[in-house]
Nanobody
Framework: QVQLVESGGGLVQAGGSLRLSCAAS????????MGWFRQVPGKEREFVAA????????YYADSVKGRFTISRDNAKLTVFLQMNSLKPEDTAVYYC??????????????????WGQGTQVTVSS
């Protein structure tokens, strides 16, 4: 079992940056691919980025490629999402997720085994 707690959300102006963190508990953290999804009211939760258990493979949604970077520190049981050049359309609740699938599997199939509670990101124009 993996429990996930996000932090780092907030309000930022367009063009600015934020760094989200997701702290995991559970000794099996290293077995899981990790990812980030986001959701706005009235819309489905959408995939943002994922990283393999080793950190050697990443996968991104087209809408964030070149602006967002996912990384993980297995020693600290933490996954990060560095978000640069933020746009108003990036405004959403961001959820951390873990999966026994691959990073690409998280993106293509939305394969998720555990969810965090979410953190709000608001980008003002």
């Amino acid at each position: 079992q993996v429990q996930l707690v996000e932090s780092g959300g907030g309000l930022v102006q367009a063009g600015g940056s934020l760094r989200l963190s997701c702290a995991a508990s559970g000794r099996t953290f290293r077995d899981y691919a990790m990812g980030w999804f986001r959701q706005v009211p009235g819309k489905e939760r959408e995939f943002v980025a994922a990283i393999s258990w080793s950190g050697g493979s990443t996968y991104y949604a087209d809408s964030v490629k070149g602006r967002f970077t996912i990384s993980r520190d297995n020693a600290k049981l933490t996954v990060f999402l560095q978000m640069n050049s933020l746009k108003p359309e990036d405004t959403a609740v961001y959820y951390c997720a873990s999966s026994l699938s691959t990073a690409q599997g998280m993106g293509v199939n939305k394969s998720v085994h555990h969810w965090g509670q979410g953190t709000q990101v608001t980008v003002s124009s």
